[in-house]
């Protein structure tokens, strides 16, 4: 095969079986690979309504057919699993060299099953496979881990690991690998820790190979192009990292403040990329392949929050400054390190400590519940001590491990929550961008913007500009996202590549990497399979059409100052004509007409079982 | 008149375009270890530094070849490697004090930097101008000079992190 290795590693901790498959050419096709092809697997193989810390839940890590290619940005892998935050499918992207890496070992996909007796990791070399006593690492931080393997296997390994978050089944803990690139969301990191697995590390010596060197060489050169001559693509992200969404964000009145009670922030500046880029960066980092390079090498010596590390991107900046009501840069970098070292997904982390202080400013959260510790809106140390606490379990941080859903609903009162299917939603007020509350309802992973990002036109205008606070059209606008999103994410390329290049340059890319003719609108359509398939998995999982809302303090709040003052998400008036430009029933389950049309290739049983949940499931808004 | 390439460490993101653009260059396809450009990263640090021939004036692996399948070319300057003189005694590897000359068992060749005929991949497909091929002038050596000093710092601060 090309572009594909052709190759799928099982590996089952339970009975330590390793063995080779080979990739399923058709499945290869219609799924792309990484996050699509992972769900197929799931799909196959993975009852959904299976309790995702069980043996029985299984681990995909799989990098596309353009990963380890210099298709422009074309570095990432995705972890497919059941996700424990949300009980959905989940498919976490991550860049860096370690998806390449596993390409030139020789693989699509890593899978892995069962549960380990005793902490292990695996060792990847080429074609030999090893499961290794873990013991000794167990317990160590990410950066230990990824220096203690790296001692133990080859200096040039590449590491995905969890710290000890994902240990203790912190359920918004993450995976991470080349020490600061995280596979972030759903907590992904907790099911690896639930298998007893602490790391997988790769070196690969072998070739990824194209069908068309000639056309491919082309289709990359040009694709590389216009991302370095957008604006944002090829200088903005370069110069600022994603952290200069913070002004923008906060100029059209939608940098979620306080836990979203507010939608400006007054000192945003202060934690924004242009701030960060003028004290604390050390230079642009890059993953593989890639041309944008928004990474940020930082550094803080200012003692009380001394260190060295990458990020704040633009996710974490927020969640440790704005949303905790925090104007202290220093601190902010401080926080996301410790995710990175303990494992931990930035956004849900810093969103979970501000649904705290959100309830302990109401007086429902005492200090006799926080084990003594003020969480007060703007309180600098306490969140940064909190953070560190979520990572380990201790003290309070117990409950937050739970993510804010959990902690919330604990003291009686979900509605402090700012979670979609109780998973934390990032930096963007969908009460001031329309578009991104509809995404935000119908993500397959719970609240989520790079599902569909649809900031690029509503406040970006990338490629071009739409009313942000307008309903109109934006169902279709929505669609038109995710189902690029879902074929980019499956192809291993990085979702910024999107500034300069679309759906045509992809399906160049990906048809000149396999052989296989992707027109654009084929490639279109896979993406809209798998974004199918994904809600399929969950409508099975039991989560529906029910779930797609948004919390009450977006419906039902207006904004109350700023650009976007008055305004509410009017997701009742998006809602209906998402389910139905999906070709979805009223109750939010795709038709078996969809289903054909997609060759999802589901048995009659399957698709019975799906469409009955319509007869016991509520109309699709909570109002 | 000669050319040289210039490498810009303090510019490196890491990105390693420069290594898949000469795997796909010499070998149509990607393969990194064979690569003739290397790209190191510490990802601590934030610090990435790429290593290729240097085309050492007094070359180690030119003066240890029994065969001169190692050899400088009069006019460019270049150190070359000819593959029908070449005994793959492999002592060329072991010579570079860099490790700059690296034996592929697969493809049976001696891997090191030929600068494409004088229109080197690395340079057309690094997005930071961190490579640069440029005249060799006196003005350019005392750059590079400099540059190779912030090599050394580099490596003295990674060699100080590792003990």
Not at chain 2, 91 to 115: H, L
Request: glycine share 10%; aromatic share 6%; hydrophobic share 35%.
């Amino acid at each position: 095969m090309y572009g594909w290795t052709g190759t799928i590693l099982r590996i089952n901790l339970t009975d330590s079986s390793i063995r080779k498959e080979a990739t399923e050419p058709k499945l290869a096709q219609q799924y792309i690979g990484a996050r699509g092809l992972g769900t197929k697997i799931m799909w196959n193989e993975v009852d959904p309504k299976v309790d995702p810390l069980s043996p029985e839940n299984k681990l995909i890590f799989a990098p596309g057919p353009l990963s380890g290619t210099f298709a422009p940005s074309a570095s990432h892998y995705n972890v497919v699993t059941k996700g424990p935050l949300t009980g959905t499918i989940a498919a976490s992207s991550s860049g860096g060299v370690f998806g390449p890496e596993l390409k030139y070992a020789g693989y699509d996909a890593v899978i892995i099953e069962g549960k380990a007796e005793k902490p292990v990791y695996i060792w990847i070399k080429d074609d030999q496979v090893e499961i290794r006593d873990a013991s000794q690492i167990w317990g160590k931080t990410t950066q230990e881990t990824t220096e203690s393997l790296r001692a133990a296997t080859d200096d040039d390994a590449k590491i995905a690991c969890i710290g000890p978050a994902g240990e203790k089944l912190v359920l918004i803990a993450s995976i991470m690998n080349e020490m600061n690139r995280a596979a972030g969301r759903s907590g992904v990191g907790a099911v690896m820790g639930s298998k007893n697995l602490k790391a997988i590390a790769v070196l690969g010596s072998g070739a990824v190979r194209v069908a068309d060197p000639v056309a491919f060489k082309a289709a990359a050169v040009k694709a590389r192009q216009k991302i370095m001559a957008h604006p944002v693509g090829g200088q903005g992200l370069k110069a600022y990292g994603t952290d200069i969404l913070v002004n923008i964000l906060n100029g059209v009145g939608a940098l979620p403040t306080r836990n979203y009670r507010e939608s400006i922030f007054a000192n945003a500046d202060a934690v924004g990329g242009e701030s960060l880029t003028a004290r604390l960066l050390i230079r642009p980092r890059a993953c593989n392949a890639c041309v944008i390079s928004c990474g940020r090498a930082t550094e803080v010596t200012a003692a009380k929050y001394q260190g060295i590390g990458e990020g704040p991107e633009y996710e974490a900046a927020w969640a440790f400054g704005p949303d905790c009501g925090i104007d202290n840069l220093e601190a902010g970098v401080k926080a996301n390190f410790i995710c990175n070292d303990l494992g931990l997904d930035s956004i849900s982390v810093g969103a979970t400590i501000a649904c705290a202080m959100d309830m302990y400013e109401d007086g429902i959260l005492t200090l006799k519940d926080t084990g003594g510790v003020a969480l007060n809106f703007g309180n600098v140390d306490n969140m940064v001590e909190m953070v560190r606490q979520t990572g380990l379990r201790e003290g309070f941080g117990d409950k937050l491990s739970m993510g804010s859903y959990r902690l919330a609903e604990s003291y009686g009162h979900p509605e402090y929550s700012i979670t979609v299917k109780k998973q934390e939603t990032p930096a963007y007020d969908p009460r001031g961008v329309q578009g991104i509350g509809l995404n935000y309802a119908t993500s397959n992973r719970g609240g989520c913007h790079v599902r569909g990002y649809t900031i690029a036109v509503e406040v970006l205008g990338n490629p071009v500009k739409l009313d942000q606070y307008t309903t109109e059209g934006k169902a279709q606008t929505v669609i038109a996202h995710q189902n690029l999103t879902a074929a980019l994410d499956s192809s291993g390329e990085c979702l910024f590549a999107t500034f300069g290049i679309g759906a045509e340059e992809l399906a160049e890319l990906v048809s000149t990497a396999t052989g296989v003719l992707y027109s654009t609108d084929d490639f279109m359509k896979a993406g809209e399979r798998i974004w199918n398939l994904e809600r399929l998995f969950n409508l099975k999982a039991g989560i529906g059409g029910s779930e797609d809302t948004l919390p009450t303090r977006m419906l039902k709040d207006p904004i109350k100052s700023g650009p976007s003052k008055g305004h509410v998400n009017e997701l009742d008036k998006m809602l209906p004509e998402y389910y139905q430009q999906r070709g979805w029933n009223a109750k939010g389950i795709p038709t078996k007409e969809k289903i054909m049309e997609l060759s999802l290739n589901l048995s009659d049983r399957d698709i019975n079982e799906i469409q009955s949940k319509e007869k016991v499931k509520e109309v699709p808004i909570k109002r | 008149m000669s050319k040289v390439l210039m490498i810009h460490p303090d510019r490196c993101t890491g990105c390693r375009n420069c290594e898949l653009a000469c795997s796909f260059l010499h070998e149509n396809v990607f393969r990194p270890v064979i690569s003739r450009i290397h790209v190191f990263s510490w990802e601590r640090e934030g610090i990435s530094v790429p290593m290729m021939c240097q085309h050492c004036d007094n070359a180690p692996c030119v003066n240890v070849c029994p065969t001169a399948a190692m050899h400088r070319n009069g006019t460019t300057n270049w150190v070359e490697w000819n593959e029908t003189n070449c005994i793959r005694c492999k002592m060329c590897t072991i010579a570079c004090p860099f490790g700059n000359a690296v034996y592929d068992s697969i493809t049976n060749k001696i891997v090191k930097c030929d600068m494409c005929s004088g229109d080197p991949e690395c340079v057309k497909f690094c997005p930071n101008k961190v490579l640069e091929y440029a005249d060799d002038t006196s003005a350019v050596r005392s750059r590079k000079k400099a540059f190779s000093a912030k090599f050394k710092e580099a490596f003295k601060e990674v060699t100080q992190e590792v003990k």
